[in-house]
């Protein structure tokens, strides 16, 4: 199967450590998109890359936060100086753009904060 | 006021019945899109419809794009499709999906 795959799948971490998570894409996707989901809530975007350039970033995403897709294949997921306000259900998506560009998503790499 | 607001948050009924689940949204988009949410967190897309209707399997999509309105039914309803049902619509000019809070949707035997 050659979905899209995230790791970890679950990061338990202390406030103020940096942590890093991986998204491997559907092979031919040229695009990339990462959400962030509480609980109890729908995803909310963070950023979307096409290849690898960085289209798009919400105003959720501060400067504690920065990602990556450097050969416009993986992308990684940066939170440094973690706070518990930044627990959440990391999710990853591709899409093909030349394709239906329907949005395949991950399981996710939840995080918590403690 | 959100962009995407669903109804209902929560819906519980029986094995076999009509299931509709309603979401509106606010601004021009260029698709709206139908997830499925199973415990732990993988979403499935199900539908991307712009216009009028899909249907698969037991399920199926309507989208009137002048109310700004959709609808997801599914038909002979089956525990099997308790999960959460998001709705999520894409902007004109842009790729990034705007996300619905999401119904909870439980189906008992």
């Known amino acids: 199967d050659t979905g899209v795959s995230q790791n970890p799948r679950h990061k338990i971490t202390k406030r103020g450590q940096n942590v890093t998570f991986r998204c491997d894409p559907i092979s031919e996707h040229n695009r990339l998109y990462w959400y962030r989901q509480t609980l109890g809530q729908g995803p909310e975007f963070l950023t979307y890359f096409q290849n690898e350039a960085q289209l798009e970033k919400s105003r959720l995403l501060s400067d504690r936060f920065s990602a990556e897709r450097p050969k416009g294949s993986f992308s990684t997921l940066e939170i440094q100086r973690t706070e518990q306000g930044d627990s959440a259900m990391y999710l990853c998506a591709s899409s093909a753009w030349d394709g239906d560009d329907i949005q395949y998503f991950g399981a996710g790499t939840r995080l918590s904060v403690l | 006021k959100n962009e995407v607001e669903q109804s209902p948050q929560n819906l519980t009924a029986q094995e076999g019945e009509f299931i509709t689940i309603n979401c509106s949204y606010s601004v021009g988009i260029s698709a709206l899109h139908w997830l499925q949410q199973h415990p732990g967190g993988g979403i499935v897309s199900l539908f991307m419809l712009s216009s009028g209707k899909k249907k698969h399997g037991r399920l199926i999509a309507t989208i009137n794009i002048q109310e700004k309105h959709s609808s997801l039914h599914i038909t002979a309803s089956h525990p099997r499709d308790s999960a959460v049902y998001i709705c999520?619509?894409?902007?004109?000019?842009?790729?990034?999906?705007?996300f619905g809070q999401g119904t909870r949707l439980t189906i008992n035997p």
């Open positions: 999520a619509v894409s902007s004109q000019g842009a790729q990034k999906l705007v």
